[in-house]
Structures are given as structure tokens and as C-alpha cells.
């Protein structure tokens, strides 16, 4: 296995600055963010030009990761296939298409996004649209020998009350997508809040992980027993802050790295582990977030080779 990280981690940085970052403390791959320039979500990017991006553009950027002995494990783009906003909906679907197709000329294995939610439907009525939305963007990507992975994050901040708002939240659901001929970018840190063993679910589905995040997460049961598993209800300061957990590094939150790899590599996982920086507490400076990727580093580089 490989160790790679999410470039939105540092919005600011080029590629080429990553890429030379990553290649000098103990990264070989990256997983590159994909966003379109003008996206304003916390932990976005738009460190590959996917609408712009050409054979000879493409080959600048195989070249980069070839100097620096790097693989490119997947783009990345993950927002809501299911906007409640038809223009909305229609332009996600389309730069999609374009991250498909931006993959294909990079030689690039996978794509990740998330399914979503229309948040005014039911879980039934928004799968029934999903089917529809991503028959021809699986099919397109298929043809172009692309894998296009869901990460399982439930994205409460995209609806009202914080209750899921992409449909990947729970391996119920991963049957669904595996049914789609979807797979899983599997980050256990979601699973470790919602009460799901992320070991268990590796071993269940373990043919559909096709690429790994690696986040960390740290919970505070005191505070869960106010707030309830869905999290804080009343003057929310914060849409994406559910009050009784949050995101921490690879090391520094509850999950049993060691155990967790050992099972991916005895499942037959033998792809990227890809760090995904979004610790608020080593977080707010370039300085900061890299003592951030440094702690994961250390901690999982060792489980990998």
C-alpha cells in the first residue's frame, strides 16, 4: 500500500508545490483536489483545470508525478449529484463527466464524489433520481476504464437539521451503490461516530473499497448524551459541527490504525491510503497543517510497507 493525502488540505498551494512537498516526507501518492476554481466549500480546490485540461496538459502533469516518484491515486470532487437546485444538479453532473474524462487522460484510476441528497425527498425517492443521474456517468466511466468511488461521509451540514445529506452514510447504502457499479473511497472516521466497526465493514465489503481516506476522529460521550447522535439542534453556530465529535489526524483520534490496515491488506487491498486533513486543532496555517500530515505520516507509513 501507498500513502497519499488530499491535496485541498492547502487550497493555495500549485501542484507542482505538492507534489515536491510530498515527495520529500514520506508521501508517494496524492489524491488531487478537482474543484471548479470558483467552489467556496471549507476543504475544496482546484489543483487540476479539468475543464481545461488537454493531452498535452495531461502529459505535464504524468510527468510531475514521474520526477517525483509519485502515483496519482484519484481526483477529487465530491458534492452533491442530488442538488435540489435543477441548474445546480445539472452543472455537478456535468464537471463530473469532466473529472471523469480529466482521470481518463492522466491515467488515473478512480474519481471520488458523493452521492447527496435532495433533502425535501425521501431516502427512497432521492435513490430512485441517483439511479438515474449515475447510470450514464458509471457507464461513461467505465468506457473510459474509470472507477468512480463514494465516499461514505454523511455530509450533515447539507441538510436543515444535520441528519445525512449524502447517501453512502451506512453499509445498508453500499450495497446500493455496489448495485450501481459504484465503489467505495472508505473512510472509517464517519463510521466510528455513527456506531458502525470499521473492521467489520472492510471484511463485508472489501470488494468494493477501491481507494482509502484516512481520517481520525475523536468523541466525546458526555456530550452525545445531550445532544443525541444527531448532534446539537438549537443555535447551531456551526452547520457542520454536530457539538459531541469531531475530525482529528491519523494517531490522534480513537480508531486502531494498526488493526484496521492489517485487515484492508488481509482482505486484498493493495492500493492508496490518503490522508484527509480536516483537524481543526492543526489547522489555520500552512505550518500547522503540515505538523498535521507529519503526525499521519508517522503513524501509518510504518502499517504500510
Known amino acids: 500500500m501507498r500513502l497519499g493525502f488530499l491535496t485541498a488540505c492547502l487550497t493555495h498551494r500549485s501542484l507542482r508545490e505538492h507534489a515536491e512537498w510530498a515527495s520529500t516526507h514520506g508521501y508517494t501518492a496524492l489524491e488531487v483536489a478537482a474543484w471548479p476554481a470558483d ?12 475543464a481545461t485540461l488537454d493531452p498535452g496538459g495531461a502529459e505535464k502533469v504524468r510527468d510531475l508525478f514521474d ?15 442530488l442538488h435540489p437546485d435543477p441548474e445546480r444538479r445539472t452543472a455537478i453532473n456535468a464537471h463530473l463527466r ?35 443521474v449515475f447510470r450514464p456517468i458509471v457507464d461513461h466511466a467505465g468506457r473510459a476504464g474509470v472507477k468512480v468511488v463514494i465516499e461514505n461521509c454523511p455530509m450533515g451540514g447539507w441538510h436543515p437539521d444535520g ?23 472508505f ?13 467489520a465493514a472492510v471484511r463485508r465489503h472489501r470488494d468494493r473499497i477501491a481507494h482509502v481516506q ?16 444527531y448532534g446539537t439542534a438549537l443555535n447551531k453556530a456551526d452547520k457542520w459541527d454536530a457539538g459531541w465529535w469531531r475530525y482529528r489526524i491519523p494517531g490522534l483520534g480513537q480508531i486502531d490504525w494498526p488493526t484496521l490496515v492489517d485487515t484492508l491488506r488481509e482482505n486484498g487491498f493493495d492500493g492508496v491510503v490518503s ?24 503513524t501509518l507509513a510504518p502499517l504500510l510497507g
Not at 467552489?39 to 479539468?50: F, K, M, S, W
Not at 482521470?103 to 438515474?132: I, K, M, Q, W, Y
Not at 484516512?214 to 447522535?229: C, G, M
Open 275 to 298: 490522508v484527509e486533513h480536516e483537524d481543526p486543532q492543526l489547522s489555520g496555517s500552512d505550518d500547522r497543517v503540515e505538523e498535521g500530515l507529519h503526525v499521519a505520516a508517522r
Open 67 to 81: 520526477r517525483h516518484g509519485l502515483v496519482l491515486s484519484s481526483l477529487a470532487y465530491y458534492e452533491n449529484n
Open 98 to 132: 469532466r473529472v471523469v474524462d480529466a482521470a481518463a487522460l492522466l491515467n488515473c484510476p478512480t474519481v471520488g464524489t458523493f452521492v447527496g441528497r435532495d433533502p425535501g425527498r425521501s431516502v427512497v425517492e432521492n435513490l430512485a433520481a441517483a439511479a438515474e
Open 163 to 185: 441528519y445525512p445529506g449524502n447517501l453512502a452514510y451506512s453499509p445498508e447504502l453500499w450495497e446500493w451503490l455496489a448495485a450501481q457499479g459504484l465503489y467505495l473511497n
Open 214 to 229: 484516512a481520517k481520525d476522529v475523536e468523541v466525546f460521550p458526555e456530550l452525545r448524551t445531550r445532544f443525541s447522535v
Open 39 to 50: 467552489t467556496e466549500r471549507p476543504h475544496t480546490a482546484g489543483h487540476i483545470d479539468v
Open 187 to 199: 473512510d472509517p472516521s464517519h463510521l466510528v461516530w455513527l456506531g458502525i466497526d470499521p473492521v
